[in-house]
């Protein structure tokens, strides 16, 4: 739960009293339960493995097994180094401002003041267009999972003759998404967050089942490249899939020995080649199991007619259901500290307050009405959001905290963050475009179909 309240801005960011040269921020984070390193890692697998994992084999098939195992290997390391240095920049900021942490918007507004010149005028606007991504990353993911649920349950209703239009099935969530979304306590969302635990666990188990309990068979049409068009989608989803920014800067936060969470073989590092060995082998096997037919999420292309198979579905649904509001909260929460500085103590608050819960929901649950596709939209926020959250924002900040000497020899720091934010921009602009395009063709087709029914 602490994730939660760490993304959305509500934990105490701590000033340093210490005058000495060598302050330590480690030192000077007040954190009430810190956790070990055991918790931490368990910690960041759950927080990394999800419904995201179940877009893999789909995104498998885009490039073919073998590109799509080094593929994710590669994504997986090269994001994870940024993550690194995002956590590196931030270490020596706070250092340099004598604090015990700064959260993400706030560094990186530090780090371009202390930049080039040419940029110093434009950290407010970082600042505030950091907040913007997350945001719009919190509420992309809300409008991914009010696909994914309802497109779960619609496969079941279907085989029990209780056949409705996709769009119908979102429709009917919007209550009870709503009602969550009202709860005003986090404390409240604990027990939605244990149950969704326990049956996501026991949802994989069922899934793991399917995936093993027939022959594969292995051709050279799933080792092949479907087309270079396929890449940008597959970087998209692969990096949806593996990360998770917020929760692994709160893990860091919260964690009993910072020092152990970095470095070659530090719990990030090592939990996330836990994380993309899980996430090769579902996409391989998911692939391989179900070939081209493999759909935007692994749920749907197991037997409609199996209750194991019923059981699955609306575990995962129940699951990404029950997290909704606690994805939800933690936009709402970004939005709302900004809103009730101006509001103080006003009657208004009140009102606004309950307005901006309903409109937290109702924009990605509107959102997933417009245009009901799983696959497109997975691969369009992994490439928006976290292109820039991930890889090209830790470029930048890293490149402006070493300004304008202490980029080492032959400025080795500052070619390698150029190299960084080049790379971040391609998957930026590619995915983008490749997932719009999806999208809309996507829509069109949907809506013939509803047509014709």
Not at 216 to 242: S, W
């Amino acid at each position: 739960m602490f994730i939660y309240e760490f993304m959305a801005g509500i934990v105490e960011q701590i000033k340093g009293e210490d005058e000495e040269t060598s302050f330590d921020p480690h030192e000077h984070r007040k954190v009430e339960k810190p956790t070990s390193y055991a918790d931490t890692m368990i910690h960041l697998l759950k927080g990394s493995i999800g419904a995201g994992v179940l877009a893999m084999p789909e995104a498998v098939r885009r490039v073919g097994i073998i590109l799509g195992i080094f593929g994710v290997a590669l994504i997986g390391s090269f994001a994870t180094y940024c993550i690194q240095l995002l956590i590196a920049a931030q270490y020596e900021l706070c250092k340099r401002h004598r604090r015990g942490y700064i959260q993400y918007p706030e560094s990186m507004m530090l780090a371009i003041k202390d930049g080039p010149p040419c940029l110093r005028f434009s950290a407010k606007a970082h600042y505030y267009f950091v907040e913007a991504i997350l945001v719009l990353w919190q509420l992309g993911i809300c409008t991914i999972y009010c696909v994914f649920v309802a497109e779960n349950i619609k496969q079941v209703f279907d085989f029990y003759g209780k056949e409705l239009p996709l769009r119908y099935h979102i429709c009917f969530l919007l209550i009870p998404l709503t009602l969550m979304g009202l709860v005003k306590d986090l404390k409240l969302l604990t027990p939605f967050s244990s149950i969704s635990n326990i049956v996501t666990l026991l949802g994989f188990i069922l899934v793991f089942f399917y995936l093993i309990e027939d022959d594969v068979t292995l051709d050279n049409e799933k080792l092949e490249l479907k087309g270079y068009r396929e890449i940008p989608v597959f970087v998209g989803v692969t990096l949806f899939a593996l990360e998770a920014v917020g929760v692994v800067l709160a893990l860091e936060f919260n964690m009993e020995k910072p020092k152990r969470f970095v470095g070659l073989f530090g719990l990030f590092n090592v939990g996330m080649v836990f994380i993309m060995s899980l996430y090769v082998l579902m996409g391989v096997f998911g692939y391989l199991k179900y070939g081209d037919d493999v759909q935007a999420s692994l749920t749907l292309n197991l037997p409609q007619d199996q209750k194991k198979a019923q059981a699955a579905k609306i575990i995962f649904a129940l699951a990404v259901l029950l997290t909704f509001p606690l994805q939800n909260f933690v936009s709402y929460n970004i939005l709302w500290q900004k809103i009730k500085l101006s509001l103080g103590d006003s009657k208004k608050a009140c009102v606004i307050d309950f307005a901006l819960r309903i409109a937290v929901v109702i924009v990605p649950w509107a959102l997933a009405v417009a245009v009901p596709r799983l696959g497109p939209f997975i691969a369009l926020f992994g490439a928006l959001c976290l292109s820039l959250l991930a890889i090209i924002f830790p470029g930048i900040m890293d490149a402006c905290v070493w300004y304008p000497n202490k980029y080492g020899v032959c400025r080795y720091r500052l070619m390698r963050d150029i190299i960084i934010v080049v790379i971040g921009m391609g998957c930026l602009i590619s995915g983008c475009y490749t997932s719009l395009l999806e999208i809309a063709a996507a829509s069109t087709q949907l809506t013939e179909e509803e047509f014709a029914v």
